[in-house]
């Protein structure tokens, strides 16, 4: 009982805690079918390719002015960024 001869409220009340019973209403998200993939448009797949292409030739001049620069590690990292971005700009024109 508090000061005023209200009783005091349960302790589920309070912090919000219910019972299991009470869960039931809550959906399962494994139920419920993922939304289908939706590929890109084609004109967005050749953008999005052809900005990889310029973006790629740029790493590759980095690394190629590197290399006959004698800066041996950037020559290299160049070199792998054109290639990593010239893949994923082929997987995005590719698979969309």
Known sequence: MTDDGAEAPETADLTGV???DDLTELADPASEPAPA???RPLIERIGLAAIALGIGA?????GYAAWLG???FLAVIGGISCVMTLWVGGLTLIRG
């Open 70 to 72: 004698g800066e041996l």
């Open 37 to 39: 993939r939706e590929g």
């Open 18 to 20: 219910r019972e299991p």
């Open 58 to 62: 740029m790493f590759g001049g980095v």
